[in-house]
């Protein structure tokens, strides 16, 4: 038998059309008489819209129609997660706005015309007078009596409040008569997903058919044409939405937002094609953010070092409308989190969700996850700090132990499967610990600072048992399908309700496939992306795809297998139970020469000149999988930096992640996905962060003022895997989308604290650049630190 | 966002403060301008057309720019406001005039507050403190340019 596919690292078939210009996307597509669209927007962050005139736009060149709010016949862009017992109220978010805008960048008009380029010269010709309004940019700040009002229903801009809890009195208790606690205020700065490709949209109305094609940069198509047809009207079954080829979303292609629409009710009301592409300074406007918590978090623990309580209060910023999963994210996805990898006794999460004259936040790559996980590691080394204990020794203290099958965190979560403790042994197994303590120790009494962070963490992903879905108010459920079919002549269609964007499942699914059937794995074809050719999904989102999605094709799959089997009976003249299997090939139990190939079996059922009584012709299934549980992948990760006292430079000088995604279908990409979150988690740590003015202004608006992370910043990653499979899987896997941005953020900064502990630095508002670790450690000299 | 700066005059107080009020001088200095209209009905006021060539942002500014407060020679207000590519830019100037301590040359000195708001805020603020200085010199040496010949 040749090496098995399943598990090995075959390079990814979506990047030949990737990297050599062949790939589709949205903004690719011209169709005849098609028109462009450019939205007005507001340069306020909040203000009173006293007038619009369009008159002079209506007369500019080239352009076909000019609409305001007023002239719009749209449902208001609701939000689809709906978190219960939070009080959560969900303002008006029209299309375009009519009475007040309340972000810079909010819509107040478009454009349509023959040209994007000339509808962008109209676009300045329309006369907005606004009456400006005072703005309220920080989310702890806006819940302040006196703070500008976004809604008048919406008390001091609270949206919602929710808590979860082990039980209050434990949690007050176990603080009450804690040996020690340590304290917080954690920032987590807004980021900018950033996406390769920003976001587009072509609409297409055929009048005849009265249809509605909607090509859409959109992580979950399916969803986009839910949220669509309430918006717009147009029933499901004659709106068919197309996620073509997608460059990235990180979560930021989850929402649907008002541009989709006004682009589908433009292109209903004038007969032909409306096409909107964002540019890369919109995409910064308007596209949601991520993160934005200010965050009250403590932690009690024995003077041993068994911690015994954590809790946070967290002010998550929403921006100025509440996004499609906005509440979901900053409470089911983030106060569920705070046990982490420990066994902690008593746990409460509280969260406001905030309003403020800002871009709308929603998820973003880990989604919640990450903001848990930082606090929690943050608090564990801080504990470490305050106890004089090493933090490997107090984090091996706290560990959850090894799992197979389930284990219930304080705050009701149950893990699937988790061996800690292995994680770390491997990965301090890469790394001489003790070596590097003393090397850190014989560097400072040279005046170098070298320091690191271990985390050990574990995250809930592959969202998720549908029924959960729906008691924690997401309007959807989670589960997933997929169609298998084989053609006459051999080859393989899966089609999948997932939209894969980059993670490389055309390829990893195939493998799926041809491990499952035993066909070469370029027979196999994955077809995903399209409302009209692929059966209903939730999405990619959550590393999701292939605990879930990746079930529903296997089943599909195994199904397929069976009546191939029962097939292969019936023309080897054997009873099914006989039938043994082997590498694509269905043989009489002791008899391998009597064989028939699973193709030859399909071509058979399909042809069905000769089946056996009772079967269907053809050769095809589909599966429905609604996972039982959420997989949790965990790992350890060490961060190795120096800081430069001088200059205040953090230099990342090792990166070790040792992951467990239980068993891995192709190594290759699992190393390049977490290749991806690793940058983006550490970009938070050094460099990244949205900076808006006390009036709202966004003032990093572009790509010259937001500072992504470069190549140049990182060492070559060292990446190690234990394999614990989850135990309600199929296949075993779990999703590593995310685990990378989850566990990275907090490894880099706690080596920075580790590193500037001689200096008495607790504490530093990310991102960490090197004029705010200067000025750090200046104030601690001049305080009197070393 | 304050802003200051100072340009020093080869001129006596009392011309700089003739130049400084001339409309047609200040429509030649005005950098980048297509045009400077007064508006009807009021006095010291003007629209203008400004092309703006910034990275991101270039493309033409609709303004409006007030003289007010003048106290001759000494001080006066300028007060800027304007919008264009889905900005909006506002600002007022206090400008004074002082003499040297022969009178030959004049001291101007200029202390502004700025806003800048919408597409612009998101590289302008960056830009703002050494482009405004800048164009502010390129206006005032233009000005320069305008001074009468010495006797």
Same mark, same amino acid.
């Given at each position: ?106 819509? #107040? ?7 994007? =380029? ?130 990235? $979303? ?17 292109? @209903? ?45 967290? *002010? ?47 998820? *973003? ?10 606090? #929690? ?55 001489? =610990? ?101 059966? @209903?999904?939730?999405?990619?989102? $959550? ?148 900076? *808006? ?12 003022? =937001? ?41 880099? =900064? ?37 | ?16 403060? /003739? ?22 009905? !009021? ?25 007010? !407060?003048?106290? !001759? ?45 919408? /597409? ?32």
């Amino acid at each position: 038998m040749a090496t098995r596919i399943f598990g090995s690292g075959i390079k990814r078939r979506e990047d030949p059309r990737l990297i050599t210009g062949k790939a589709r996307y949205t903004d690719d597509f011209q169709m005849a008489g098609m028109v462009h669209m450019v939205v007005v927007r507001s340069p306020h962050a909040h203000a009173r819209i006293t007038s619009i005139d369009t008159s002079a736009a209506r007369g500019a060149p080239g352009v076909v129609a000019v609409f305001t709010g007023h002239d719009l016949k749209l449902g208001a862009i609701p939000c689809a997660w709906l978190v219960p017992g939070s009080d959560l109220k969900v303002p008006a978010h029209p299309a375009l706005a009519t009475e007040t805008v309340r972000y810079v960048g909010d819509g #107040v008009a478009m454009i349509i015309a023959t040209d994007r =380029y000339l509808a962008q010269d109209a676009a300045d010709l329309v006369q907005v007078t606004y009456e400006v309004l005072p703005a309220v940019v920080n989310p702890e700040t806006s819940t302040k009596e006196g703070s500008p009002q976004l809604f008048p229903e919406i008390a001091n801009n609270v949206a919602f409040h929710w808590v979860a809890s082990s039980g209050d009195d434990g949690v007050n208790q176990a603080f009450a008569e804690a040996e020690v606690v340590v304290k917080e205020r954690i920032v987590q700065q807004r980021l900018l997903p950033t996406a390769m490709e920003p976001r587009a949209v072509l609409a297409q109305w055929d009048k005849y058919a009265e249809e509605l094609t909607v090509y859409s940069t959109t992580q979950n198509p399916h969803i986009a044409r839910f949220i669509l047809s309430g918006v717009t009207g147009v029933p499901e079954h004659k709106l068919r939405v197309i996620a073509p080829e997608v460059g990235g $979303g990180f979560g930021s292609k989850i929402p649907v937002y008002a541009d989709e629409a006004l682009a589908a009710w433009a292109s @209903m009301k004038l007969g032909v094609p409306v096409k909107w592409a964002e540019t890369r300074s919109e995409n910064y406007q308007v596209t949601i953010h991520g993160r934005d918590h200010v965050e009250y978090v403590e932690m009690a623990a024995t003077k041993e070092g068994k911690v015994t309580a954590i809790r946070g209060t967290v *002010y998550a910023g929403l921006g100025a409308y509440i996004s499609t999963a906005a509440p979901g994210v900053p409470t089911i996805l983030h106060g569920l989190m705070y046990s982490g990898a420990y066994a902690i006794p008593h746990i409460r999460a509280e969260t406001f969700g905030v309003l403020t004259n800002t871009t709308p936040v929603d998820a *973003y790559r880990g989604a919640g996850r990450p903001e848990a996980t930082f606090l #929690v590691e943050r608090l564990m080394d801080r504990l470490a700090h305050t106890l004089n204990m090493d933090p490997v020794a107090l984090r091996r203290k706290n560990l959850i132990p090894p799992f197979e099958n389930g284990y219930t965190v304080a705050i009701g979560l149950t893990y699937d499967s988790g061996n800690y403790e292995a994680a770390l042994a491997k990965a301090l197994g890469m790394f001489d =610990y003790e070596g590097f303590r003393r090397e850190q120790a014989a560097a400072r009494q040279q005046g170098r600072y070298l320091g690191i962070g271990v985390t050990t963490y574990s995250e809930c992903c592959g969202l998720g048992p549908s029924q959960v879905a729906g008691a924690v108010g997401f309007q959807g459920g989670l589960w997933e399908s997929a169609i298998v079919r084989f053609s006459p002549a051999g080859k393989v269609q899966a089609l999948i309700g997932a939209s894969p964007h980059g993670q490389g499942e055309e390829t990893t699914f195939a493998q799926i496939i041809a491990d499952e059937l035993g066909v070469p794995v370029d027979d196999v074809e994955i077809a995903h992306g399209d409302t009209n050719r692929s059966p @209903m999904g939730w999405g990619s989102y $959550g590393s999701r795809t292939t605990p879930v999605g990746g079930a529903a094709l296997v089943t599909a799959a195994r199904k397929i297998k069976e009546k191939a089997r029962a097939m292969a009976a019936h023309l080897l003249e054997a009873a099914t139970e006989d039938i043994e299997y082997g590498d694509g090939k269905f043989f009489v139990r002791g008899a391998p020469d009597r064989f028939k190939s699973i193709q030859e079996a399909a071509l058979m059922a399909t042809l069905a000149w000769n089946l056996p009584a009772g079967m269907e012709p053809g050769m095809e299934a589909s599966a429905f999988y609604d996972p039982p549980n959420f997989v949790y992948p965990f790992g350890t990760h060490i961060a190795v930096v120096e800081v430069n006292p001088a200059t205040g430079q953090v230099d990342l000088q090792r990166y070790i992640a040792v992951d467990d995604c239980g068993p891995q279908i192709n190594p290759m990409i699992v190393e390049g996905q977490i290749h991806g979150g690793l940058v983006q988690g550490i970009g938070q740590v050094l460099c990244e962060g949205v900076v *808006y003015d006390d009036q709202g202004q966004l003032l990093t608006g572009t790509m010259m003022d =937001y500072a992504m992370p470069r190549a140049d910043m990182f060492p070559t990653f060292e990446i190690e895997s234990t394999v614990t499979p989850s135990p309600h899987h199929p296949i075993g896997v779990k999703g590593v989308g995310e685990t990378g941005a989850i566990a990275s953020t907090p490894t880099v =900064y706690n080596a920075v604290i580790d590193a500037l502990q001689p200096f008495g630095i607790e504490q530093m508002e990310m991102p960490l650049t090197a004029p705010r670790v200067w000025k750090a450690i200046q104030d601690a000299r001049a305080k009197g630190g070393q | 966002m304050q802003l200051s700066g100072t340009y020093t005059f080869n001129a006596d107080q009392q011309t700089v403060w /003739k130049l400084l009020m001339d409309p047609q001088a200040i429509a030649k200095a005005l950098p980048n301008a297509q045009s400077m209209t007064p508006i009807e009905g !009021e006095t010291d006021a003007w629209r203008v057309i400004v092309k703006l060539n910034l990275p991101v942002i270039n493309g033409a500014f609709n303004g409006i720019i007030r003289m007010s !407060e003048q106290v !001759e020679p000494d001080h006066y207000r300028l007060t800027v406001s304007g919008e264009g590519q889905q900005s909006v830019i506002g600002g007022t100037a206090l400008i004074t005039l002082t003499p040297d301590a022969g009178g030959a040359k004049t001291l101007l000195k200029w202390v502004a507050d700025a806003n800048i708001s919408g /597409k612009l805020a998101g590289i302008g603020q960056r830009l703002a403190g050494s482009v405004a200085p800048m164009m502010a010199n390129q206006f005032f040496n233009a000005m320069a340019k305008q001074l009468p010949a010495r006797p």
